[in-house]
């Protein structure tokens, strides 16, 4: 076996690996979209986010394999995100600086996302909701903590916004090579649509309470998407309107998984 050979059997092996993190994002969305239906009809059991998605892994019979097996396809990921942010020569999200900064955007996101895993797979895992309070709490201490609260806040939002409109625009299609013919790809754009608007407005509430824990000065505002989700049901058809986006969820999930396949890396 030529040394060309071994490098390009080790790529493809660290390619597969990082398309098996789409999949467990897929899994992790899916989850939290049953969380929010159990929150919006009175099932609560955990919190509707991240840590609550990996502790119900954790409690399944192979819950320990799947946390490490995780973090490995996380970290592959994440890093190959960020090869992809400082690769010169063109390669299939493009080479332009705007490219480039959205692939290390996205290698924080998900190494940040390996970190959390390992927590849970460690045994070290804590409630996501606590961790925001507390970090709220830690920078308006600072001086100008509120006013970075708040801003954090308002670019939360209007990433929300963003991630909506990706949808509504159907804006996700450029993140992918392709999609099949027929009645799947059709399936997969719509889950896209309506994953990504869900995802967009819980993101957009998520940040309405950083904005409201900074005007009012009180860090327990500040409950991530946890809060967020209680937020959401407690108003007014709030039940309804959280289901939806419970749904939401498991349709950006289900459309992780065609994004594995037929995403861009």
Known sequence: MTAGTTSG????????????????????HILIGVIALQIAFGGEKTNADQSGALSTISETPFGGFILWASVVAFVALGLWQLAV???????SQGSGTKDRLEAGLRAV?????????FSFASGSGKSSSKQ?????????????GRFLVGLLGAAVVVGGVIYALKGLRKKFLEDLHSLPSGTAGVTARRLGVFGYTAKGVALAIVG?????????????????????????RDQPAGVWLLAIVGVGFIAYGIYSFARSKYGKL
């Open 109 to 117: 996101i998900y190494l940040a996302l390996a970190v959390t895993v």
């Open 132 to 144: 925001t309070t507390d970090a709220t709490e830690s920078l308006m201490s600072a001086p100008g």
């Open 9 to 28: 059997t080790a790529q493809r092996g660290w390619e597969l690996t990082a398309r098996l993190g789409y999949v467990i994002n897929g899994v992790l």
């Open 208 to 232: 309405g309470l950083f904005v409201l824990a900074a005007v009012k000065a009180d860090p327990d505002k500040a409950k991530g998407l946890d809060g967020a989700l209680h937020t959401l």
């Open 85 to 91: 942010a400082f690769r010169k020569q063109p390669s």
